[in-house]
């Protein structure tokens, strides 16, 4: 299960990377896409809240460090890797326009746009 963890420096690497070559792969591009960092003090938020086990998004003032973040929320009945969870949150990419919001009524695409 210490894949799962986001506490060692070789995953938060790959958290990081990954969502970078994803917000890379965007259509239509970014013109200015920002690179994404690791930042402790959100991550210390976001356990904080997971260590709680309610699967509700957080109030936003809890989601705050020095600028204000945004949360997504995952949950399987197996144990997943970083890269399965990531990849299927940029999937929800299928069902986003750019310019309009959701390609049909009642799609997801929440976590996608927070990617």
Request: contains cysteine; aromatic residues 8%; proline residues 4%.
């Amino acid at each position: 299960l210490s894949d799962l963890s986001s506490s060692g420096a070789e995953q938060q690497k790959l958290i990081v990377d990954t969502h970078n070559a994803l917000r890379r792969e965007v259509k239509p591009t970014a013109s200015n896409m920002m690179k994404m960092e690791w930042c402790p003090a959100a991550a210390k938020n976001a356990q904080n809240w997971a260590n709680q086990c309610t699967l509700r998004h957080s109030p936003p003032n809890l989601r705050r460090t020095n600028v204000m973040c945004g949360e997504n929320i995952f949950i399987s009945s197996v144990p997943l890797s970083w890269s399965i969870v990531l990849q299927a949150w940029y999937n929800e990419g299928e069902n986003f326009e750019y310019g309009t919001g959701a390609k049909r009524k009642g799609a997801v695409f929440g976590h996608y746009t927070q990617v």
